[in-house]
């Protein structure tokens, strides 16, 4: 995901969900491991209303869960109190999902998922064959920094991989979709002869670095109130200028 410098800094551990004893940790691991598959084949023999009943219980989990997640943490937030917001069964849950930690993994999929698909959006609709490059190389920071960053989506992500404790975390390769889609626009543009760069993903975090994370590093340091509209928008600009005089 699209990050600014002060994500650097930030503890993510990873190695292990819930109190250090050998048994969480087992049930956990046999948690992971069996619920996707009885999820799957409780589906597979759901009449289609019962599908339909049991996709309703599966949002609601995740919506309950996602309220928790940020009001209390991953720690405090127990499976009991996700069943009872959600109004299910605790064995719901379980039968859904297995554990806590694999609940909480859904959840951050579904933010995550949610901003890919706003900035592919932009990627497609601002980065379009055939625009002028300065415009709409200007459009797309704009965009993602002014719709995708307020975004309730992209804010409930922030938060929850920002958590200080040993939670589960999205895999690299799944985080950085969004640097990958960018970069194979860049591609793209180097195809067409709009950029030069040998190394089109060089090109795209450079790009990113003197426009977007550049934005989100002033709007974090300086908040909202004290960084208006303006100052973004000309951030974006003299960015977009830096990088054509170097790739152009």
């Known amino acids: 995901m699209f990050r600014g410098s002060g994500d650097a800094g930030v503890d993510r551990p990873t190695t292990r969900v819930g109190p250090s004893n050998n048994y969480t940790h087992e049930c956990g691991f046999r948690g992971r491991l069996y619920a996707e598959p009885m999820s799957r084949a409780i589906a597979a023999v759901q009449t289609p209303g019962r599908r339909r009943r049991s996709e309703g219980k599966?949002?609601?989990?995740?919506?309950?869960?996602?309220?928790?997640f940020l009001a209390e943490g991953y720690e405090r937030a127990s499976v009991d109190a996700i069943a009872g917001r959600a109004q299910v069964s605790k064995r719901t849950v379980y039968d859904h999902f297995g554990d806590k930690g694999t609940v909480f993994l859904?959840?951050?999929?579904?933010?995550?998922?949610?901003?890919?698909?706003?900035?592919?959006?932009?990627?497609?609709?601002?980065l379009a064959r055939g625009r002028d490059?300065?415009?709409?190389?200007?459009?797309f920071g704009q965009r993602v920094v002014t719709q995708?960053?307020?975004?309730?989506?992209y804010v409930t992500f922030r938060r929850l991989t920002s958590q200080r404790w040993a939670i589960p975390q999205l895999a690299e390769a799944t985080r950085d979709r969004p640097e990958r889609m960018l970069e194979e626009r860049f591609a793209v543009l180097v195809?067409?002869?709009?950029?030069?760069?040998?190394?089109?993903?060089?090109?795209?975090?450079?790009?990113?670095?003197?426009?977007?994370s550049l934005a989100l590093?002033?709007?974090?340091?300086?908040?909202?109130?004290?960084?208006?509209?303006?100052?973004?928008?000309?951030?974006?600009?003299?960015?977009?200028?830096?990088?054509?005089?170097?790739?152009?």
């Open 58 to 68: 599966r949002a609601a989990i995740l919506e309950a869960a996602e309220a928790l």
């Open 106 to 126: 859904r959840v951050i999929e579904r933010a995550h998922n949610a901003v890919v698909d706003t900035v592919r959006s932009a990627i497609d609709e601002e």
């Open 133 to 139: 490059l300065r415009e709409a190389l200007t459009a």
């Open 148 to 153: 995708t960053f307020p975004s309730s989506d």
């Open 191 to 212: 195809a067409d002869g709009e950029i030069r760069a040998e190394d089109p993903g060089l090109a795209a975090r450079h790009f990113t670095a003197l426009t977007i």
């Open 217 to 248: 590093e002033t709007l974090n340091v300086r908040g909202d109130t004290e960084a208006g509209e303006p100052e973004i928008l000309a951030i974006i600009a003299d960015g977009v200028d830096v990088f054509l005089r170097a790739y152009r």
